[in-house]
T-cell receptor, first 116, second 110 residues
Framework: DTGVSQDPRHKITKRGQNVTFRCDPISEHNRLYWYRQTLGQGPEFLTYFQNEAQLEKSRLLSDRFSAERPKGSFSTLEIQRTEQGDSAMYLC??????????????FGPGTRLTVL | KNEVEQSPQNLTAQEGEFITINCSYSVGISALHWLQQHPGGGIVSLFMLSSGKKKHGRLIATINIQEKHSSLHITASHPRDSAVYICAVREDNYGQNFVFGPGTRLSVLP
């Protein structure tokens, strides 16, 4: 499968715990995006990378959230000291900056986080 | 006021009907995405367009940049088209992230 993959698909945690999610983009895609989606709403942008550089961060991204893409391939999103309001679907997408379908975003299946 | 609005919010149709979902936005954009989200969360890109019209199978997307409006049409609708359809725009001169509409939930009944 050459699509975007995310791991885990589901995560249940207790308030105050730290969680980390992983996203593996399509291999030739140099841009990677993280979004958060709550029930009944459209996704909200969190951050994006071009290669290993984090180029944009939303104001939604509090200091409890950190994202990395150390080698320009997979990315991790960590949430520290989780709160119940962090419960959401976390979506990853990737795109390329040239060639066929450039700038078109391809989405992963998401990681559903439930904070108890 | 949300930057991206969609109508209708919910839509129920009979199999075979022609369906139109509308998206309007309030900012200058460089691109607009139509996405399909199935129950369980998976999102599939249907179209990305910045002008004119695109067609893929039974799906047609149009955009009017001057009116800041786009439509997604589904011809000969089928129950497997049941999903949430999301419009997303990339604002002019505002990086690469997309701003998403709230989605339109479509149910096509057999």
């Amino acid at each position: 499968d050459t699509g975007v993959s995310q791991d885990p698909r589901h995560k249940i945690t207790k308030r105050g715990q730290n969680v980390t999610f992983r996203c593996d983009p399509i291999s030739e895609h140099n841009r990677l995006y993280w979004y958060r989606q709550t029930l009944g709403q459209g996704p909200e942008f969190l951050t994006y990378f071009q290669n290993e550089a984090q180029l944009e961060k939303s104001r939604l991204l509090s200091d409890r959230f950190s994202a990395e893409r150390p080698k320009g391939s997979f990315s991790t999103l960590e949430i520290q000291r989780t709160e119940q309001g962090d419960s959401a679907m976390y979506l990853c997408a990737s795109s390329r900056t040239s060639g066929p379908s450039y700038n078109e975003q391809f989405f992963g299946p998401g990681t559903r986080l439930t904070v108890l | 006021k949300n930057e991206v609005e969609q109508s209708p919010q919910n839509l129920t149709a009979q199999e075979g009907e022609f369906i139109t979902i509308n998206c309007s936005y309030s900012v200058g954009i460089s691109a607009l995405h139509w996405l399909q989200q199935h129950p369980g969360g998976g999102i599939v890109s249907l179209f990305m367009l910045s002008s004119g019209k695109k067609k893929h199978g039974r799906l047609i997307a149009t955009i009017n940049i001057q009116e800041k409006h786009s439509s997604l049409h589904i011809t000969a609708s089928h129950p497997r088209d049941s999903a949430v359809y999301i419009c997303a725009v990339r604002e002019d001169n505002y990086g690469q992230n997309f701003v998403f509409g709230p989605g339109t939930r479509l149910s096509v009944l057999p």
